[in-house]
Each structure stands twice: as C-alpha cells, then as structure tokens.
C-alpha cells in the first residue's frame, strides 16, 4: 500500500464516507452527492474485494480497471480522489472510518444476495460504532426495486402492468457535486490497479470508463435512437446502443438517460429504448425480492439433459447452425452479444438441446462484459420457460430469426470466417445445402441436431447432441 497522505489523526471536522460499488461515476451520483452536502469532507472509497477480483475473468476485469482509473480522474476535477482499497470491504470501510474519524457511510442499495448480505453487515458493524449508515436506491436502477409492487405482493411478475406504472413515476431530480474535499488518508495507487490485470485473455471492444460511456451515449443518442425502433434487432445493423456495461459498472446513469431521450429526442425511438430500460428495472424488482432466482428456476420445469459434448459446441460456436454459432462468436471476440443473437443462442441450449439454462448464464457470465446478474440469469429464464414469461413453451426457430434479422446472411459472415466466402444467403444461414464435401472443405461442422424444416438428419458422434437433446424448431 503506498501512502499518499499522512492518516496518523482524524480530520477535525466529522467526515463520510461514500463507498463506491458498482456506481463508478461523478455525474448523477446520488450517494457521492449526498456524502459531500454541505461541504463536508469526503473519502471516495472502493474496496477491491479479493474474493470478487479472483473470479472476474479478464475482459471484465479490465473494463473495472479503466473505469476506476477514470472515476479517480474525474474526482481529482472536482478537488478530491479515489481511495483505493483491498480486502474485506466491511473490515475495510470500518478501517477508513476509524482513521478519518467520520460519522456516517453511504452506498447504494443492490439486489443480489452477495450485496444485500454485504449491507447487512455494514449495518451492524456501523452500529456497534456508532456511524450512521445511509441506503441509497434510485442509483443502479431508474426506480428503487420494491417501491413498485402489484398490491400486497412484493413484485411483478408480468412486465407489462409493471412497464405502465414506471412510466407514471416521476423520474428523481438529478444528482450534482461541484468540488470535493476529502480527508488525509491512505490508500492504492491507480497505477497499482494494472497489477490485477491477467495477460494474454480476451479484453473486449469498448473502454471502460465514464468519460467513454458518456462519448458513446452522446454519439448514440444523436445519430441512432431515433431509428432505434425500427432497426434494433436487426443483426448486421448493430444499432444497439452498447451501453449495457456502462450501466451494469454504473459509468453511466440510467435515469439521466430516459431524461436525456426523453427530453433530446421524443419518439417511437426513444420510448423504445427507454422501454428496455424499464426492463433492466424490472429485473431487478424481481431479484430484490427473489435474490434465489440467480440460480434457482422461478417456476421449475421438468429435467434437464446431460450433453457436456453439446454444451461444449455451443461455448465454442461450432454447433452447425450458422446463427447460433456467430453469436458465440462475437462473445468470445467481443465480451459482448447483440441482444437479439442473446435471445437465439439461449433458446437453441435451452429449447433445441434442453441443456440447463444455468451452464449457458454461467458461460455468458465468464464472458460478457455487462454480466449483470438480475438480467443475465433472469433474461436466461425468460427464454428457458422458468421465468417470467406468460409463453414458457416459446421457441425461437433459429432459421426464421436469421431470414428476419440476418436476411442478407451479413452477420453471420461477419463472425464466420469459414462462410465468409459463401454470396448465396441460403447458403450462408445452411450451409449443409451444399453437400457434406463442400461443407468439409468450408471447415465448418455439420449441426449437432436436425432442422425439421431444412430436413436436415441429426450429426451423430463427436460433437453431436445425446440421446437427451430433442430438436424443437
């Protein structure tokens, strides 16, 4: 640990402490906002927490880094910095406390188990010191999850009556902080945070960071979201806006992004974009009150099968439709997947080869740079038919997405390189129309279950779905 200021006595003016998590911005940040009202000094704290630093794979772990190189940049604009530290993060927030002498600590309220546990013993500990503890929802999320409830019950389980309500909720006023002061105290350095980086594994495409969140939403906002309706789930388009990390690492706001397209750009666009937000929110209503369903079926279904050769085709994209495996192809490239892609390749692990949904939010977890957990696990749900979803037997046809969203075979060359080659869109999207030889010589594998409607047999052999894998499209 490198010393940057000497801590050896309390600063004589009572302190707080503001605890970053996964809000690692300046703008719009209602806890570093309310940590720093009327002048008061402030410690900009986050913990590196070894047990979470150990399992987050490089890409994302990368992203974390530059995005809290940015936040101590943007800190140091307003006077202040970011204090660095490592370890338990409530043995650490109690040693900040105790060395500035501050009386009160705020962070942002979050919905997984892990967090909702880490709350509850910061309140304790903060209590048997005597500091106040101030919970602050509204910060990851437009509106805090529970303040919307159907009646007695503790969440929605239908999005569209929860979408109609959170509509009428007036948005919170924005959050603002002109200048910083911020106590004598120690902490890591921002260069020592490259030690955390693992070389030679995948990093991804986009920076992290506010600053490049806030380049690209002001870029995407301008040129794009009035088109957003109409040609969001278009594959080759890729004309999602690519905010989803900076949202799920909090470099970004969402409610000053419904504010912002609301106001800047009123339209079929906006409100469609603004509407996916109110999915993100309405994911974390349920995990809020269901932190179980990160692992658990909502609404269980019958057994799953047992296809470690399958599974492992399709992490790879060599499962033989073309769709599918350019999907997984661009997260691995990537660390990230268009949403539509995301709705296809789930359905044919869970649907097509009736593989747990589990081990396919487990891979996307690994690689995904926006892994958040309520809409990963609960949009997997979703598509497995054990979530929140009035259609559960719904399975998506992976050949008519590709003609709906793919129809000039554009995406699907993009991220596969063997058929690349292939003008023919019929091709492109079945490439087993050419023959076993010619698809050989392509070095792309033939697909590891039957299309019912290209009469295509099912692949036997290495590679190929088990006896528990039932092709359904």
């Not at 900040?96 to 188990?113: I, K």
């Not at 750009?265 to 929110?281: M, N, S, V």
């Not at 019958?302 to 085709?313: F, I, N, R, S, T």
């Not at 063997?418 to 050419?434: F, I, K, N, Y």
């Amino acid at each position: 640990m490198s010393t940057t200021a000497s801590a050896s006595s309390p600063t004589a003016a009572p302190s707080a402490v503001v605890l970053f998590t996964r809000d690692l911005r300046v703008h719009d940040n209602p806890v570093l906002t309310a940590g720093a009202a009327g002048g008061r000094p402030v410690v900009p704290l986050f913990v590196l927490d070894d047990a979470i630093t150990a399992r987050i794979p490089g890409g994302r772990l990368r992203f974390l880094v530059e995005s809290l190189t940015d936040l101590d940049e943007a800190l140091r604009k307003l006077g202040g910095r970011l204090v660095l530290r490592s370890g338990d993060v409530v043995a650490e927030v109690c040693q900040v406390v105790g060395e500035v002498g501050a009386d009160r600590v705020h962070v942002a309220t979050d919905v997984t188990a892990y967090a909702q546990e880490r709350e509850r013993r910061l309140a304790a500990e903060l209590d048997a010191l005597g500091v106040e503890f101030h919970r602050h929802d509204q910060v990851h999320t437009v509106q805090a999850p529970g303040e919307i409830r159907p009646g007695d019950r503790d969440y929605f389980s239908v999005f569209t009556p929860y979408w109609r309500r959170w509509a009428e909720v007036p948005l919170r006023a924005p959050a603002a902080v002109r200048k910083l002061r911020v106590p004598p105290v120690d902490g890591l350095e921002p260069a020592d945070l490259e030690r955390l980086v693992k070389a030679g594994e995948p990093v991804g495409t986009l920076r992290g960071g506010e600053t490049a969140g806030r380049k690209l939403a002001q870029r995407w906002l301008s040129r794009t979201v009035d088109e957003y309706e109409g040609i969001h789930d278009d594959l080759s388009a890729d004309a999602t806006s690519h905010l989803s990390p900076y949202l799920h690492f909090g470099c970004l706001s969402a409610t000053e992004l419904v504010a912002r397209a609301t106001r800047d750009h009123p339209g079929a666009g906006a409100d469609a974009f603004i509407r996916q937000l109110c999915w993100r929110d309405f994911h974390h209503q349920v995990l809020a009150a269901r932190p179980d369903a990160a692992h658990e079926d909502l609404r269980p279904r019958g057994e799953w099968a047992e296809d470690p050769q399958a599974l492992e085709a399709w992490t790879e994209g060599r499962t033989g439709i073309p769709i599918v495996d350019a999907g997984m192809r661009q997260l691995i490239a990537e660390g990230w997947m268009h949403n539509r892609a995301r709705l296809i390749t789930a359905s044919f692990l869970s649907k097509s080869l009736g593989i747990d949904w589990r081990a396919g939010a487990a891979h996307f977890a690994r690689h995904l740079l926006d892994a958040d957990v309520a809409n990963n696990a609960l949009n997997w749900q979703w598509v497995a038919g054990t979530g929140m979803d009035t259609r559960p037997n719904r399975v998506l046809n992976p050949l008519r997405q590709a003609a709906r969203y793919d129809p000039a075979g554009e995406y699907v060359r993009r991220y596969l390189p063997e058929l690349e080659g292939l003008t023919d869109v019929a091709e492109a999207h079945q490439p087993w129309r050419l023959g076993e030889q010619a698809r050989d010589r392509l070095g792309y594998p033939a697909p590891i279950v039957s299309v019912d409607g290209a009469k295509v047999a099912a692949v036997k052999g290495k590679g190929a779905a088990g006896a528990g894998a039932t092709p359904l499209f």
